[in-house]
């Protein structure tokens, strides 16, 4: 039987905790270290649904993207709904362990999983990072993933691409640009990724793949490659005779691009248990759609 603390040594090695962003804080939230985590169950979010679920089918270890305490806390009680929640779980005996911006970064981590199921091949990370030890397994990491697609497409194309991999949600994908235009290479950064465009821009891809694109970044991210894809038309910039716009946008919903990170975790987690243990642990991933909107209107 493993305990917790054995599952959570196995996927702190998985998705390192080092690559997580200076603000961010997953790891082990809500759990006995010296519990059986013979059940695991995969999840984007811990919602009220999701714990229900979690609880009624006896899970000892729920494994979320997302954090339950986004944003710096004083109390746990049953005043409020994230109280609620550890209390829930402290009483049922199911753990919570989150692995974010570190899942995001990894080897076979939310980036990598996104980009290989969009059908990106060689890749890189947009935003690398030095880790001597992935590099001594020959794993590049850090946030997002560059690549190119094996065969050209239009953007009308590669946008469908998108969303018939993603899990069907009322928000849906939202592209930005000429559909007719072919592409050939994509940035990928599952979740909030307007803050990155200058890395996106510097890759000089022609498509970047994110989520929560808000109005004015994405405007000015737009106008801005209409901008440049005119000057060199006009030959006034490097790369003259290249009408192209880009980078073309693809707004995707935040929880449906990050859950793709399951197809992998369903692997790779219990056999790194096995291997670590000689116990295989039951897994499940709850497909259970977390995004917040329920009805788009058109």
């Not at 497409?153 to 930005?176: D, I, K, N, S, W």
């Not at 290249?242 to 691009?257: E, K, Y």
Request: glycine share 8%; charged share 20%; proline share 6%.
């Amino acid at each position: 039987m493993s305990t917790l603390k054995q599952v959570v040594d196995v996927l702190e090695t998985l998705y390192p905790l080092r690559y997580a962003e200076s603000w961010d804080a997953p790891g082990l939230i809500v759990g006995d270290l010296t519990a059986p985590a013979d059940r695991i169950m995969f999840a984007a979010d811990p919602s009220a649904a999701v714990i229900d679920e979690a609880v009624a089918t006896g899970v000892q270890l729920l494994v979320c993207h997302h954090p339950l305490l986004f944003r710096s806390v004083h109390e746990v009680s049953g005043l409020g709904a994230r109280g609620d929640t550890v209390r829930r779980l402290n009483q049922a005996g199911c753990a919570l362990w989150v692995g974010h911006t570190n899942a995001d970064a990894s080897h076979r981590g939310v980036g990598q999983a996104a980009a290989d199921l969009f059908g990106l091949i060689d890749q890189h990370p947009l935003v690398p990072i030095d880790d001597p030890v992935a590099a001594a397994a020959g794993h590049e990491v850090g946030l997002g993933r560059v690549g190119r697609l094996e065969t050209p497409m239009t953007f009308e194309a590669f946008a469908r691409r998108v969303a018939g991999v993603l899990p069907h949600t009322a928000y849906g994908v939202q592209a930005c640009g000429p559909l007719d235009q072919i592409v050939e290479t994509v940035a990928v950064l599952p979740g909030s990724g307007d803050s990155l465009f200058d890395e996106v821009r510097a890759a000089g891809v022609d498509v970047y793949v994110t989520s929560d694109l808000r109005h004015h970044p994405a405007t000015d991210a737009i106008e801005q490659a209409r901008y440049e894809a005119r000057m060199r038309a006009q030959g006034v910039m490097l790369g003259s005779g290249d009408a192209r716009i880009r980078p073309l946008l693809v707004n995707t919903p935040h929880s449906a691009i990050e859950s793709l990170w399951f197809h992998y975790a369903l692997e790779d987690v219990p056999a790194a248990v096995e291997q670590a243990t000689g116990e295989r642990p039951e897994v499940e991933w709850l497909r259970l759609n977390t995004d917040p909107w329920t009805l788009t209107i058109h």
